[in-house]
Nanobody, 116 residues
Framework: VRLVESGGGLVQPGGSLRLSCAAS????????MRWYRQAPGKARELVAD????????AYADSVKGRFTISRDNAKNTVTLQMNSLKAEDTAVYYC??????????WGQGTQVTVSS
């Protein structure tokens, strides 16, 4: 199983970024996918998740209305569109695939820094 995130970077407050996670090594369309983040000195927190077929999504209260999770099961990718970014969104963002008894997998993370 391999999860590779991309798209992080430095952005000004109010700006946007689009994170992508390319998945391989498992039947992508069978599993819920999640984005987590971890800010310095804080615990890792769930940001958003999306059902296996993409019809159901859920978000942390702190990002509702600003972030959108989506997936393309033909391309084995999950995306996090982040708009109206705030300084408190600064964190390392991780893609996650919980394959239940087959294991719980993480990408290497991508840094998002929101600063003027």
């Amino acid at each position: 199983v391999r999860l590779v995130e991309s798209g992080g970077g430095l952005v000004q407050p109010g700006g946007s970024l689009r994170l992508s996670c390319a998945a391989s090594g498992f039947t992508f369309g069978n599993y819920v996918m999640r984005w987590y983040r971890q800010a310095p000195g804080k615990a890792r927190e769930l940001v958003a998740d999306i059902s296996s077929a993409g019809g159901m999504t859920a978000y942390a209260d702190s990002v509702k209305g600003r972030f959108t999770i989506s997936r393309d099961n033909a391309k084995n990718t999950v995306t996090l569109q982040m708009n109206s970014l705030k300084a408190e969104d600064t964190a390392v963002y991780y893609c996650n695939a919980d394959l239940r008894r087959a294991g719980n997998y993480w990408g290497q993370g991508t840094q998002v820094t929101v600063s003027s």
